[in-house]
């Protein structure tokens, strides 16, 4: 099945740091969601972006929408020790059914 | 509150036996979907639901059984043919229309005994 193309695999931040990922892909999407995962529980959605070039925030968090429809980014500001986890983009295919494709994951450590 | 329950929250299987994972909401969602996530992977789709007593294979379907004959329940039966069914079991839901993102269950972690 399509994956999506996520990156970095893994990052280790200091505490206060920003930190920035993405995901890209070959197919056009017309929705991208971003969620976080803490370990043995299930993704809890943080962003959605609905439109192309859409810059959406949530307190310190930020995602973009890319204007390719291609791709999307996700910023942290500022970050603390509760933002480890692993974070997920996905995203919608213009397919027309109710399915989304999602990237592998992008695995942070925040270091206090 | 709503949301999606998915139950039991550990599930441990025997070889040859077939095990039955929960999942209901109570989003009024019409779409249901169950993923499977290995360790350091992303999730892949096994069976996904559109509407009631209707349903389609995802991704790697080989092993699983789903059946879908309420809105809102949507129970993934792990089979002995699957032969690695060890793994993170998510249950989503999605409300059908524009603009509407996938909610998800806290997940069952099914083992071999």
């Known amino acids: 099945g399509q994956q999506l193309n996520q990156s970095p695999q893994s990052m280790f931040i200091q505490e206060g740091e920003d930190v920035s990922m993405n995901c890209t892909s070959s197919?056009?999407?017309?929705?991208w969601l971003w969620y976080k995962q803490d370990p043995g529980e299930g993704p809890v959605l943080l962003i959605a972006?609905?439109?192309?070039?859409e810059l959406t925030s949530n307190g310190r968090l930020t995602a973009q929408f890319g204007i390719t429809r291609k791709d999307s980014f996700l910023n942290i500001s500022a970050s603390i020790p509760s933002d480890v986890g692993i974070y997920f983009c996905?995203?919608?295919?213009?397919?027309?059914?109710?399915?989304?494709?999602f990237g592998t994951g992008t695995r942070l450590k925040v270091l206090a | 509150d709503g949301g999606i329950t998915q139950s039991p929250k550990y599930l441990f299987r025997k070889e040859g036996q077939n095990v039955t994972l929960s999942c209901e909401q109570n989003?009024?969602?019409?779409?249901m979907y169950w993923y499977r996530q290995d360790p350091g992977q992303g999730l892949r789709l096994i069976y996904y639901?559109?509407?009631?007593?209707?349903?389609q294979k995802g991704d790697i379907a080989e092993g699983y059984s789903v059946s879908r004959e309420k809105k809102e329940s949507f129970p993934l039966t792990v089979t002995s043919a699957q032969k690695n069914p060890t793994a993170f079991y998510l249950c989503?839901?999605?409300?059908?229309?524009?603009?509407?993102?996938?909610?998800f269950g806290d997940g069952t972690r099914l083992s071999i005994l």
């Open positions: 996905a995203g919608q295919p213009l397919s027309g059914t109710y399915k989304y494709i």
């Open positions: 197919s056009i999407f017309n929705t």
């Open positions: 972006l609905y439109k192309a070039g």
């Open positions: 989003l009024n969602h019409d779409a």
């Open positions: 639901s559109q509407i009631v007593n209707d349903f």
């Open positions: 989503a839901s999605l409300a059908t229309g524009y603009n509407q993102p996938q909610h």
